[in-house]
């Protein structure tokens, strides 16, 4: 399955600032990954301030495992958690 990667930035209300990529299937647009990013966040414990656009920003396409395709084809999206998250690097849960 042949996804992009939007980088994705958001500072939450303590001041703490999250990073994460949303994989979405190729040829969505923008609006698509800010809104999962937008979900992704109020998962979050914490309050969160809305994503601002200018900080969810494509990077790449790549063809991607079978593991993230299947999460992809179940939920429409895949979010890999890195700094500041409370599951960085970690799979889907």
Known sequence: ??????DTYATLSTGKM???DVFIP?????????NF?????ATLEEKHSNL???LCNFCHS???NPRIA???AEHGHFILQMEGCP???GGPK
């Open 18 to 20: 999250v990073h994460f």
């Open 87 to 89: 599951n960085p690097y």
């Open 37 to 41: 990013a937008n979900a992704f966040l």
């Open 26 to 34: 190729s040829g969505e647009n923008k609006a698509t990954a800010v």
């Open 52 to 54: 601002n656009q200018q």
């Open 70 to 72: 299947a999460e992809i």
């Open 1 to 6: 399955m042949k996804i992009d990667v939007y």
């Open 62 to 64: 790549e063809i991607t």
